[in-house]
T-cell receptor, first 113, second 113 residues
Framework: GNSVTQMEGPVTLSEEAFLTINCTYT??????LFWYVQYPGEGLQLLLK?????DKGSNKGFEATYRKETTSFHLEKGSVQVSDSAVYFC????????????FGKGTHLIIQP | DADVTQTPRNRITKTGKRIMLECSQT?????MYWYRQDPGLGLRLIYY???????NKGEISDGYSVSRQAQAKFSLSLESAIPNQTALYFC????????????FGPGTRLTVL
């Protein structure tokens, strides 16, 4: 079945450090891929997405590229801020007549000043 | 006002009680979803609805039922609550599914004693 695997945290970085959160997926077709972010006490909100191979999603300095050959969608940011502290979820939606997102377990990111 | 609202925000109940969680949206989307979030497990899909007349089971539908009363309203029921249904429950909507963004409510924290 479809699944998403992402690196588990917590991940602790200093402000202005480079961030990578790895995400790989398994799917029977060609899914759409997403990164959602959850701030403390809130619901999830979309950070970025890519709907086909080689697409790059970007938002708020974050980027991720849809790599079909490695079935990956790694999240990167060149210089993190304290305000980036949150839980990040990688997700896919494979469609095929069904619907709904399949999520990874989430990565808790902590940025220290 | 929030586009996706959930009531109640917090609920404590006892084993065996019937519980209903409600979700309303003002985005005009046809598709709605219920997920549960457990620590370390990410979010898992319970039910989803393509429209008022089309409701489908997700990954973990056992012990739950849903009702789509109108385009804007999608309720989740626990017919006889049990302690392992203690979790954070999220409602979400999307316009067309698959590659489309899902918009999440703030969540309902349910505790079953």
């Amino acid at each position: 079945g479809n699944s998403v695997t992402q690196m588990e945290g917590p991940v602790t970085l200093s402000e202005e450090a480079f961030l990578t959160i790895n995400c790989t997926y398994t799917a029977t077709g060609y899914p759409s891929l997403f990164w959602y972010v959850q701030y403390p006490g809130e619901g999830l909100q979309l950070l970025l997405k890519a709907t086909k191979a080689d697409d790059k999603g970007s938002n708020k300095g974050f980027e991720a590229t849809y790599r079909k050959e490695t079935t990956s969608f790694h999240l990167e940011k060149g210089s993190v801020q304290v305000s980036d502290s949150a839980v990040y979820f990688c997700a896919q939606n494979s469609g095929g007549g069904a619907d709904g997102l399949t999520f990874g377990k989430g990565t808790h990111l902590i940025i220290q000043p | 006002d929030a586009d996706v609202t959930q009531t109640p925000r917090n609920r404590i109940t006892k084993t065996g009680k019937r519980i209903m969680l409600e979700c309303s949206q003002t985005k005009g989307h046809d598709r709605m979803y219920w997920y549960r979030q457990d620590p370390g497990l990410g979010l898992r899909l319970i039910y989803y609805s393509f429209d008022v007349k089309d409701i489908n089971k997700g990954e973990i539908s056992d012990g739950y039922s849903v009702s789509r009363q109108a385009q804007a309203k999608f309720s989740l029921s626990l017919e006889s609550a049990i302690p392992n249904q203690t979790a954070l429950y999220f409602c979400a909507t999307s316009e067309t599914g698959v590659g489309d963004t899902q918009y999440f409510g703030p969540g309902t924290r349910l505790t079953v004693l």
